[in-house]
């Protein structure tokens, strides 16, 4: 076993090697960009390198660097993660070069399975069922052409080198063919550097069923069973389990030997995934391998019982595989949910921005959580948006959808968007409930997982009312008190401000703006709600925020949080954002007329499609803004001309700021 690694990433994967690393006794050499300098990952490794300005061009994808900081320290091996240098094969060879252990696949096996047209290829000639479809060099238009219509309309059409859902174009007609592979083909170009394609007969309604597999150096490979990762938006996961529910044993069989057969396939060694689309009629089709660790690994550790990263450092240390195929069982059910700072209102749009209170249920052994960002951190929009994992385990699925229902209830965010209750609208479902899961469905839920805003309930509004009461008799008390300086609740001492004059509190839910008149009354106040008159009182409980409260004689216990603007207050597993009036407040809403487009949030332009003075027609592509390793384009609202362009391709931008200046039609 190594003595000393460097994890070359950030975040919770990078937490996560660290602890197994430390488990085993191995010492960890932590990397870091200037904005992670604070970072958990940092303060978990036993030291720590700054490696470069924020951007990942700068710093984790910096390999060179990385490299000479390993080297440095005395490292002997490097754990990529993923993301970032995993799957970059000149990285992984460039680390064996110097003699450096790469935790991964060697190089030539990175490569070959890096592009999807050569894994195609391969996987055919070894027996591997693929996805029907077109998979050559040749991309002449007319030759595409005649292949999708052997295919079969609908087509899909993949990026080669693509990655994390992008590149990806679902072409229902010829109609749509030319233009769709010529805009797959840009967008490829900008993102991964290549823009070669293939095509795909687009599958109906599939589940994505993919095989963890492990092998080592001696020719040997196992394969850990699967996960069902059909829970997807954009065509990337966000819940995924194992195992697959419904699987029958033989398919289970069948589909654990292919993802052998092809790793012996590309002579792999360490940790990988075999992903396959499953269709209705339960025929399975290889369409990628993943060769790196995934991020939905800890549900397979959930129900085998085994560390996967604890694996992947024996296999690199030159081990055989600790255990062989017969010695690999399951127990139960896991669930993971990824919890990721964006918004599902808004076609899950990433956000960023300080997390103002943050809080995981903790202490079951059940349940784990993933997580590289602490409260008061900053979601950067330089890297991916994923908060944390939630991981849970249960004796069957049902225990295990529970036990996700509870945790994702248990879980509050302040800050920037969430998916939380997404995620747990999701968990309710009661589709989510019967497994009638597959890759289309939070298209077709879409309206039961986002639903319309709805009011406030009024015992929300009194525990938002009680707070701005407790907090303004506070700071007429102005005591200082230790502890969280800014909840009303650390005045634990007997002794109140008591007024019994009346006075009055204004939150706005939404649009609406509401009133209520308060008067004291002991310990507590009589608040006029909508629906009458109700003594109110609370008492604070163990964590920041907590309250035991009594609302009218209802006892609940809730959690209200000062945040900037308002409050949040979470009551049965919802969360409510309320604002607060301020006197100082002036309209902030963008002025849309008023003739520039701005950004949605700050990214990197990739591409500038028009010039200052082009005549557009509305919807029109005009910028592509890079952020959070997704792409938006920013269209034209209306017909008109671009005044003048005030950003070029590779230019970082923050939210807000005119990219355009843009005069309508009239
Ligand atoms: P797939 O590539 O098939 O979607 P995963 O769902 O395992 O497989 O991973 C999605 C991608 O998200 C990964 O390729 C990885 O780049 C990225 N990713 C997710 N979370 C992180 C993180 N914390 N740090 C770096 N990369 C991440
Ligand atoms: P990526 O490298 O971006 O992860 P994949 O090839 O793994 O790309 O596909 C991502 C997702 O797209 C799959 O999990 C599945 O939901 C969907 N998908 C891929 N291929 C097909 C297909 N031929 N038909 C229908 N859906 C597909
Ligand atoms: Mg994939």
Redesign the pocket.
């Given at each position: 076993m190594f003595d000393k690694i460097l994890i070359a990433n950030r975040g919770e994967i990078a937490c996560r090697v660290i602890r197994t690393a430390r488990r085993l006794g191995v010492r960890t050499t932590a990397v870091y960009s200037e904005a992670d300098a604070d970072s958990p990952h940092v303060r978990a490794a036993n030291e720590a390198y700054p490696i470069g300005p924020a951007p990942a061009a700068d710093s984790y994808l910096r390999g060179d660097l990385i490299i000479e900081v390993a080297r440095q320290v005395g490292a002997q091996a490097i754990h990529p993660g993923y993301g970032f240098l995993s799957e970059n094969a000149d990285f992984a060879q460039a680390c064996r070069d110097i003699g450096l252990v790469f935790i991964g696949p060697p190089a030539p096996a990175i490569r070959a399975m890096g592009s999807?047209t050569e894994a195609k290829q391969l996987m055919e000639q070894a027996g591997v069922p693929v996805?029907p479809?077109y998979h050559q060099d040749n991309l002449d238009l007319k030759v595409i052409t005649t292949k999708a219509r052997i295919i079969g309309y609908p087509v899909?059409i993949?990026a080669s080198a693509?990655?994390?859902?992008?590149g990806?174009r679902v072409v229902a007609s010829e109609l749509d063919l030319a233009e769709s592979i010529a805009s797959a083909r840009r967008e490829a170009q900008a993102a991964f550097g290549d823009d070669h394609i293939l095509l795909?007969?687009?599958?109906a309604r599939?589940r994505?069923i993919e095989v963890q597999i492990f092998a080592d150096g001696h020719g040997h490979v196992v394969h850990m069973f699967e996960r069902d990762?059909?829970i997807?938006r954009r065509?990337?996961?966000i819940i995924e389990e194992a195992p697959a529910p419904g699987l029958t044993e033989d398919l289970r069989q069948v589909m654990g030997a292919t993802a052998v057969a092809a790793a012996h396939a590309v002579g792999y060694v360490g940790a990988g995934t075999v992903?396959f689309?499953l269709d209705r009629d339960d025929n399975y089709?290889f369409?990628?391998m993943n060769t790196r660790l995934q991020v939905e690994h800890p549900v397979t550790e959930a129900i085998t019982g085994r560390d996967l990263v604890e694996w992947q450092l024996r296999i690199a240390a030159g081990e055989p595989l600790p255990r062989d195929q017969e010695q690999l069982t399951m127990e139960g059910h896991a669930i993971e949910a990824r919890i990721y700072a964006e918004d599902p209102s808004r076609d899950f749009l990433p956000s960023s921005g300080r997390l103002d209170h943050l809080r995981f249920p903790t202490g079951r052994p059940e349940l784990r959580v993933e997580t590289g960002v602490g409260l008061g951190d900053t979601v950067s929009p330089h890297y991916d948006p994923m908060i944390a994992k939630l991981v849970v385990w249960g004796v069957d699925r049902d225990a295990a959808v529970r036990g996700l229902r509870r945790a994702l209830a248990e879980t509050q965010i302040a800050g920037p968007a969430t998916n939380r209750a997404f995620l747990a609208a999701v968990a309710g479902h009661p589709s989510f409930a019967a497994a009638d899961c597959d890759?289309g469905f939070i298209d077709r839920h879409f309206d039961d997982l986002v639903p319309a805003p709805r009011p406030a309930p009024e015992l929300v509004v009194a525990l938002a009312a009680l707070h701005l009461l407790e907090s303004r008799k506070r700071q007429a008390a102005n005591t200082a008190q230790p502890g969280d300086p800014y909840s009303p609740w650390s005045l634990t001492g007997g002794w109140r401000l008591s007024d019994n004059s009346g006075e009055t509190v204004t939150v706005i839910d939404g649009n609406t703006e509401i009133t209520v008149p308060a008067r004291g009354d002991g310990d507590g106040y009589l608040l006029t709600l909508p629906d009458g008159e109700t003594r109110v009182s609370a008492r604070a409980g163990a964590e920041p925020g907590d309250l035991a409260a009594d609302l009218g004689g209802i006892r609940v216990a809730a959690t209200v949080i000062g945040v900037e603007g308002g409050l949040m207050v979470w009551l049965h597993g919802t969360g409510y954002h309320l604002r607060v009036p301020d006197p100082e407040a002036h309209s902030t809403v963008t002025d849309s007329a008023g003739g520039h487009l701005t950004a949605p949030m700050p990214g990197r332009i990739v591409q500038v499609l028009v010039e200052d003075g082009a005549e557009v027609t509305r919807g029109a592509a005009l910028i592509v803004l890079e952020a959070m390793k997704m792409e938006h384009t920013i269209a034209a609202p209306d017909a008109g001309t671009v005044v003048k362009v005030n950003y070029a391709v590779d230019e970082w931008v923050e939210e807000g700021v005119t990219l355009l200046d843009f005069t309508p039609r009239a």
């Amino acid at each position: 076993m190594f003595d000393k690694i460097l994890i070359a990433n950030r975040g919770e994967i990078a937490c996560r090697v660290i602890r197994t690393a430390r488990r085993l006794g191995v010492r960890t050499t932590a990397v870091y960009s200037e904005a992670d300098a604070d970072s958990p990952h940092v303060r978990a490794a036993n030291e720590a390198y700054p490696i470069g300005p924020a951007p990942a061009a700068d710093s984790y994808l910096r390999g060179d660097l990385i490299i000479e900081v390993a080297r440095q320290v005395g490292a002997q091996a490097i754990h990529p993660g993923y993301g970032f240098l995993s799957e970059n094969a000149d990285f992984a060879q460039a680390c064996r070069d110097i003699g450096l252990v790469f935790i991964g696949p060697p190089a030539p096996a990175i490569r070959a399975m890096g592009s999807k047209t050569e894994a195609k290829q391969l996987m055919e000639q070894a027996g591997v069922p693929v996805v029907p479809g077109y998979h050559q060099d040749n991309l002449d238009l007319k030759v595409i052409t005649t292949k999708a219509r052997i295919i079969g309309y609908p087509v899909l059409i993949k990026a080669s080198a693509g990655g994390g859902g992008r590149g990806m174009r679902v072409v229902a007609s010829e109609l749509d063919l030319a233009e769709s592979i010529a805009s797959a083909r840009r967008e490829a170009q900008a993102a991964f550097g290549d823009d070669h394609i293939l095509l795909e007969k687009f599958i109906a309604r599939p589940r994505h069923i993919e095989v963890q597999i492990f092998a080592d150096g001696h020719g040997h490979v196992v394969h850990m069973f699967e996960r069902d990762c059909s829970i997807q938006r954009r065509h990337q996961k966000i819940i995924e389990e194992a195992p697959a529910p419904g699987l029958t044993e033989d398919l289970r069989q069948v589909m654990g030997a292919t993802a052998v057969a092809a790793a012996h396939a590309v002579g792999y060694v360490g940790a990988g995934t075999v992903e396959f689309i499953l269709d209705r009629d339960d025929n399975y089709y290889f369409i990628e391998m993943n060769t790196r660790l995934q991020v939905e690994h800890p549900v397979t550790e959930a129900i085998t019982g085994r560390d996967l990263v604890e694996w992947q450092l024996r296999i690199a240390a030159g081990e055989p595989l600790p255990r062989d195929q017969e010695q690999l069982t399951m127990e139960g059910h896991a669930i993971e949910a990824r919890i990721y700072a964006e918004d599902p209102s808004r076609d899950f749009l990433p956000s960023s921005g300080r997390l103002d209170h943050l809080r995981f249920p903790t202490g079951r052994p059940e349940l784990r959580v993933e997580t590289g960002v602490g409260l008061g951190d900053t979601v950067s929009p330089h890297y991916d948006p994923m908060i944390a994992k939630l991981v849970v385990w249960g004796v069957d699925r049902d225990a295990a959808v529970r036990g996700l229902r509870r945790a994702l209830a248990e879980t509050q965010i302040a800050g920037p968007a969430t998916n939380r209750a997404f995620l747990a609208a999701v968990a309710g479902h009661p589709s989510f409930a019967a497994a009638d899961c597959d890759t289309g469905f939070i298209d077709r839920h879409f309206d039961d997982l986002v639903p319309a805003p709805r009011p406030a309930p009024e015992l929300v509004v009194a525990l938002a009312a009680l707070h701005l009461l407790e907090s303004r008799k506070r700071q007429a008390a102005n005591t200082a008190q230790p502890g969280d300086p800014y909840s009303p609740w650390s005045l634990t001492g007997g002794w109140r401000l008591s007024d019994n004059s009346g006075e009055t509190v204004t939150v706005i839910d939404g649009n609406t703006e509401i009133t209520v008149p308060a008067r004291g009354d002991g310990d507590g106040y009589l608040l006029t709600l909508p629906d009458g008159e109700t003594r109110v009182s609370a008492r604070a409980g163990a964590e920041p925020g907590d309250l035991a409260a009594d609302l009218g004689g209802i006892r609940v216990a809730a959690t209200v949080i000062g945040v900037e603007g308002g409050l949040m207050v979470w009551l049965h597993g919802t969360g409510y954002h309320l604002r607060v009036p301020d006197p100082e407040a002036h309209s902030t809403v963008t002025d849309s007329a008023g003739g520039h487009l701005t950004a949605p949030m700050p990214g990197r332009i990739v591409q500038v499609l028009v010039e200052d003075g082009a005549e557009v027609t509305r919807g029109a592509a005009l910028i592509v803004l890079e952020a959070m390793k997704m792409e938006h384009t920013i269209a034209a609202p209306d017909a008109g001309t671009v005044v003048k362009v005030n950003y070029a391709v590779d230019e970082w931008v923050e939210e807000g700021v005119t990219l355009l200046d843009f005069t309508p039609r009239a």
